[in-house]
């Protein structure tokens, strides 16, 4: 079933002079920019009855219509693929993403993304952009995942992400020991010669900060819980590795492995063989686009990670080493 929108709403006079677009904006605020610009275009949004440009100047006194259709924002297919959901209404769900699967179909992943698996549990996000999926994971990133069911919902949860008003906390096993926590400020862009690779550049990057703080301190690793102030893609990865301490199996951004001293076998083996950057989105807190209130959520770490956090505790063979 399509979403059918129609609505209606008066110009004020105190909007003489605005462009249309930018009056629709106001008059419509559940729908982003590019959104209502689409729906001018296309004749779906009218001044008065009649097709205008976005640019027009109104006069105030006019009336906005609405009458639109939301229509399928890609071929992507529906796949039974297991979800673990952590909470569902009808504006949004929470998703505790699992390791090695893909967010977004691309070039080599086009299906077994967690998209496919959406559509299975809600067809209707079809209609949605990207279905729904407002921030991303990476592929071996665990964690928490908000995903909009309706239009209203996800241009709402667009501008929290904006606005840095999301919290959204991880946890994740540095190689070294750190001394305490902090904070990287530091810009990022995409890497001037491995272009699918994102780096720290001193001049044209974009804003990222990221803050961090110790859990437990290891000899060799520590255990830490990270929030990010903004969103760029690959951000505490880099970031981490920017300071001197990559990721535990980060193999894009991290080191070449190592024995720390002192290890036992047991750690040793989990070290070497833990199949992934060692990184888990915890906690996620957001206001409800529904009701407005401040909700949030947790997920406990994965299986593999807990298994890596024991190995540490027990970890290095003398207690004077501790």
């Known amino acids: 079933m399509k979403d059918v929108y129609q609505l209606s709403a008066q110009v004020p006079i105190t909007m003489n002079g605005m462009r249309f677009d930018q009056v629709a904006s106001e008059l419509f605020p559940d729908f982003s920019r590019s959104r209502l610009q689409s729906w001018i275009k296309d004749g779906q949004l009218t001044v008065d009855g009649r097709i205008a440009k976005p640019k027009d100047k109104l ?87 908000v995903v909009a069911k309706t239009l209203e919902a996800h241009t709402d949860l667009v501008a929290q992400l904006a606005d840095r008003t999301v919290s959204r906390e991880y946890q994740a096993i540095a190689v070294g020991a750190m001394t305490g926590g902090g904070t990287v400020n530091a810009p990022m862009g995409r890497h001037p010669i491995q272009r699918k ?14 803050h961090y703080r110790v859990i ?22 880099v970031h981490m590795a920017h300071i001197g301490f990559p990721l535990v199996g980060d193999q894009t951004y991290g080191n070449r492995f190592k024995i720390p001293k002192g290890a036992n076998p047991h750690l040793i083996d989990a070290l070497k063989n833990f199949p992934r950057q060692a990184l888990h989105a915890a906690r996620l807190g957001l206001e409800h686009p529904g009701t407005g209130e401040y909700v949030e959520w947790t997920a406990p770490l994965p299986a593999d990670f807990q298994s890596l956090v024991d190995a540490l505790d027990k970890g290095y063979l003398h207690e004077e080493d501790q």
């Open 59 to 145: 006069i105030g006194g006019e009336t906005l219509s609405l009458d639109a259709e939301l229509e399928a924002q890609g071929e992507w297919e529906a796949e039974d693929i297991d979800l673990d959901i952590v909470y569902e209404d009808e504006d949004l769900l929470v998703i505790n993403k699992q390791a090695g699967l893909v967010v977004h179909p691309a070039a080599g992943n086009y299906t077994g993304t967690l998209v496919n698996a959406l559509l299975h549990h809600v067809p209707d996000l079809v209609n949605l952009p990207r279905a729904g999926i407002v921030h991303r994971l990476d592929k071996e990133t665990t964690g928490l995942m």
């Open 216 to 237: 437990k301190r290891y000899p060799h690793h520590t255990h830490i819980k990270v929030n990010l102030e903004t969103g760029r893609t690959h951000q505490i990865r």
């Open 197 to 210: 690779l994102m780096a720290v550049l001193s001049a044209g990057g974009k804003r990222a900060i990221t």
